[in-house]
């Protein structure tokens, strides 16, 4: 994933948010009433896709920055409050905060392989990092 370049979206095969293996083999009421909740759960992962998309942009920038300064990528001290602070809002929330903590790493995890990556190709003078977003506007 990289900041640096914006992709027009991907042209498949539209989405048929009908799709189910269970068609014909259900109730067309239950099935009626399956579709209507499903129609949340893909409002929702769109929105988590858009979400994680923002956070990675962040995530980008904070790589490059660390590579200019010579920083390591990974920070344990951040990530253990970040873990700390997730399991109180997940208990908040009615959320398994286990879960909500393999979650936070599964990304982390991604995160600092891209800052691995970015520090490498920085070290070999593979890459510039990009203009902050108001100064790349300003161009
Ligand atoms: C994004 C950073 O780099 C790493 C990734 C983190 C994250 O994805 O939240 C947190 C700490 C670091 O291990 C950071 O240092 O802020």
């Known amino acids: 994933m990289s900041d640096q370049m914006e ?29 209507g909740i499903r129609s949340s759960i893909d409002n929702f992962d769109a929105t988590l896709v858009y979400l994680l998309a923002e956070r990675f942009k962040a995530t980008q ?8 300064h010579k920083l390591p990528p990974s920070d344990p001290g951040r990530e253990a409050e970040q873990i700390q602070r997730l399991h109180r809002l997940a208990r908040e929330a009615h959320l398994d905060p286990v879960f909500a903590e393999k979650f936070l790493n599964f ?33």
């Not at 520090?119 to 990092?129: F, K, P, R, Y």
């Open 61 to 68: 920038r904070v790589g490059y920055l660390k590579a200019r």
């Open 7 to 35: 992709t027009a979206p991907e042209t498949g095969p539209e989405f048929d948010p009908t799709a189910s293996s269970l068609t014909g083999e259900v109730d067309p009421a239950v099935m009626e009433e399956l579709l």
């Open 107 to 139: 990304i982390i995890d991604e995160v600092i392989r891209h800052h691995q990556a970015i520090s490498e190709s920085h070290a070999n003078g593979e890459v510039a990092a990009p203009a902050a977003a108001h100064q790349s506007r300003q161009s």
